[in-house]
C-alpha cells in the first residue's frame, strides 16, 4: 500500500510539473514573438508578392494615364464638332506639338471662319502624355503656330476649297490623324485618332 501510494505521489508530482513547463513555455513564446527565422520566411514573402504586383500596378497606371487622355481627346473633338453643329458656325479645336501635357484650346468663329474667339478654358493631357504629331497644319491667317482641327456647320471637315482636311498616306490610303505618345514603357504606349471627312473618330493603339 505503502509502495502505491508513492507511485501515485510521484506521478502527480511528475504531472504537476510538466503542467508548470508547458505554462512557462506558453508565456515565453508570447513574450518572445518570432523568431529569425519566421521573420526571414515573412520577409522572404512580401519581397515575391512585390515583385509580382508592383510591375503590375505601375503597368496599370501608366495604361490608365495614356487612355484617359485618349478619351479626353476624343471627347473633346465630338465636343467640338456638335458645337459647330449647334452654333451653325465653324468651330476649331487647336494645339501645338510636341509638348509634355499638351494644353488645347477651342475656338468659336465667326459664319465666314476669319476671325475666332475662345471658347472656355484651355484643358491639359496629362503630364505624361503629348500629342507628338498630326496631319492637320495651322489655318489661322496670321501663323501662331498652332494646328487647328476645323468643324464646319454641318459637323464635317472641309476637303473642298477652303480645304481643312489635311492628310497622309498610310497602308495605300489617305488619313488625317493626331498621334499621342508617353514614354511609359507600356504594351500600347501610342495612340492614333483617326479622323474622317464627316468628323467622327476612331482611335487605335499601338507601340512606336
Do not use: C
Not at 89 to 109: A, C, E, M, N, W
Not at 118 to 141: M, N, V
Not at 179 to 187: F, G, Y
Amino acid at each position: 500500500m505503502a509502495y502505491g501510494a508513492s507511485a501515485k505521489a510521484a506521478y502527480r508530482l511528475l504531472r504537476d510539473e510538466r503542467r508548470m513547463h508547458e505554462e512557462r513555455m506558453r508565456d515565453r513564446t508570447a513574450q518572445g514573438g518570432y523568431s529569425v527565422v519566421e521573420l526571414i520566411v515573412v520577409v522572404a514573402i512580401i519581397g515575391m508578392i512585390s515583385l509580382v504586383s508592383v510591375p503590375a500596378f505601375v503597368t496599370y497606371r501608366e495604361s490608365s494615364k495614356i487612355k484617359a487622355s485618349v478619351g479626353q481627346m476624343t471627347n473633346d473633338l465630338r465636343a467640338t464638332r456638335y458645337r459647330a453643329i449647334e452654333r451653325n458656325r465653324p468651330v476649331k479645336l487647336s494645339f501645338k506639338t510636341p509638348i509634355h501635357g499638351t494644353d488645347y484650346q477651342r475656338y468659336d468663329g465667326n459664319p465666314a471662319g476669319t476671325t475666332w474667339t475662345a471658347a472656355g478654358k484651355p484643358k491639359f493631357l496629362d503630364g505624361a502624355i503629348w500629342i507628338e504629331s498630326t496631319t492637320f497644319i495651322d489655318e489661322d491667317s496670321t501663323a501662331d503656330g498652332k494646328k487647328d482641327i476645323i468643324f464646319q456647320q454641318n459637323g464635317a471637315i472641309s476637303t473642298a476649297s477652303p480645304v481643312h482636311f489635311h492628310t497622309k498616306t498610310e497602308g495605300g490610303k489617305e488619313v488625317a490623324v493626331v498621334v499621342l505618345r508617353t514614354k511609359a514603357k507600356i504594351s500600347k504606349n501610342q495612340y492614333t485618332l483617326y479622323l474622317q471627312p464627316n468628323g467622327s473618330v476612331q482611335s487605335v493603339g499601338s507601340k512606336y
